[in-house]
DNA sequence: TGTGTTATCCATAGATCTATGGAGCATGTA
DNA sequence: TACATGCTCCATAGATCTATGGATAACACA
């Protein structure tokens, strides 16, 4: 079926990046890739957390496959799914880099729906580092716990979102929290923040997230949280 | 005919990230977008570049307007078309770092009709700043003129791949020569340090091209050539 | 006010993409 | 060996996208 003429000819160059610019044409590939430059998952997590019948959701990562974006390892009879390199996230980084820049729609949406409170007063990464030295705040990681295993901030606390109000209690009042989540088109952080500050906590969101942390060239960790709890 | 809806629901935002995906979904406009990150150009221009009909070509940079990627200037009777911004061209060269990565179709196609002369022994733009400064090197700009005028590397000879037999006698023979052009997907560098070489010349190829050179924060020159010839 | 130049707009036939239900395939498990 | 699970493959109706010719619009220049 894939005709692959012996000698490809000049122009095929820009089918080849065209190949690429298919996995981003659909908003739910773009969703996927995003997730999976989190963590990888299997096909039924992805589905499920896309909103994607299984069938559709596997269809979409056949065509991401044949891009070469993401790559599978098997386990059992799962099938995970995951970035193929830190160029696809890079990518899709330079992706919302762009779509933010260039769409007044997208702050529009990330303004009305995100959280005003983590408009202007982003914490940089250099400054977290400096304040994480000097003990200064709390740094909280408010993904899902399967993104947080599968890379963090070193000595982040892992707290979804989902479980914030819950665990509120295991944050020291006295010091300012600063959250991060997937990157700048991530609502996750500034929901935290909106809420740990309506709780009467100081807390602020991180510039950007984790793929931008780690393409920066700063220390990751991996692996669950030290906790203890949740023997699962 | 573009509905707006008075406000924009949570998933909306990877609908506008999509907005920029469909530019890249067809070959035709990545080699529009790349030939728009190196100078202005109008749409005659433009279709002529890339072989498409005039009313085609149009009917794809309306497309990319609609996605903001590109902006226009008019000028008499002619529609000069510009890469939005830096985003774009940051944007197009992270697609072409993926697909370089990825896709072993691209270095094949690079490799065969390329040259096999710029593949291992690029020079680094750190290792050209110092040579140009110990004077060592003649810097070549082998692109079309428009794009040497719209930005070039401070003291590079405009010599368009087209002319370089013609006019190699303005080459000092024994001064190496180091060719760039578009970027590393850009053939026109490559060919001419093969032919240069066929000449009995020491000549080699920058790494990468000028929107890389200045998205490292490079120095960037504008203007027509120096040289006085060409009253035009 | 005409005319030529450039570019956009419009309508459309043909090609391609999407979502989806159902069948088929590996892999574990009873 | 029989089943359950988790995915992929297949066929298809409906929606979108592309290329293109012809008409129209914006300028420049007589």
């Known amino acids: 079926m894939e005709h ?20 981003v044409v659909h908003p739910k590939r773009i969703e996927l890739l995003e997730l999976l430059c989190q963590a990888e998952r299997p096909v039924e997590a992805l589905a499920a957390a896309t909103g994607l019948k299984l069938t559709t959701a596997s269809a979409h990562l056949q065509i991401m496959r044949q891009a070469r974006v ?27 880099d762009l779509a933010r820049a260039r769409l007044a729609e997208v702050d529009q949406i990330l303004r009305e729906i995100g959280s005003p409170s983590c408009d202007a007063e982003r914490v940089t990464r250099g400054e977290l580092l400096a304040r994480v030295r000097a003990g200064d705040v709390v740094v909280l990681d408010v993904r ?11 000595g ?5 979102l989902e ?6 209690s295991e944050l020291d009042p006295d010091i300012e929290v600063v959250a991060y989540c997937r990157g700048p088109l ?9 809420r740990l500050r309506s709780a009467g906590r100081r807390a602020r969101c991180l510039e950007d997230g984790m793929p931008e942390w780690r393409q920066a060239g700063l220390p990751v960790a991996a692996g669950a949280p030290e906790t203890g709890r949740s023997p699962r």
């Not at 692959?4 to 996995?23: C, F, H, N, T, W």
């Not at 982040?156 to 979804?160: D, E, I, V």
Request: net charge negative; with cysteine; proline share 8%.
């Open 70 to 96: 993401v790559s599978t390892r098997r386990e059992g009879t799962r099938v995970y799914y995951r970035a193929a390199g830190d160029e696809v996230c890079r990518f899709v980084t330079a992706l919302g």
């Open 163 to 168: 479980h914030l109000e819950a665990r509120l």
């Open 4 to 23: 692959v003429p012996p000698s490809v000819e000049r122009d095929g160059i820009y089918e080849q990046l065209a190949r690429i610019g298919k996995v």
């Open 156 to 160: 982040a606390l892992s707290l979804p």
């Open 186 to 194: 991530c609502l996750l952080a500034p929901q935290a923040v909106t």
């Open 144 to 154: 899902p716990d399967e993104e947080y295993e599968a890379a963090h901030i070193p």
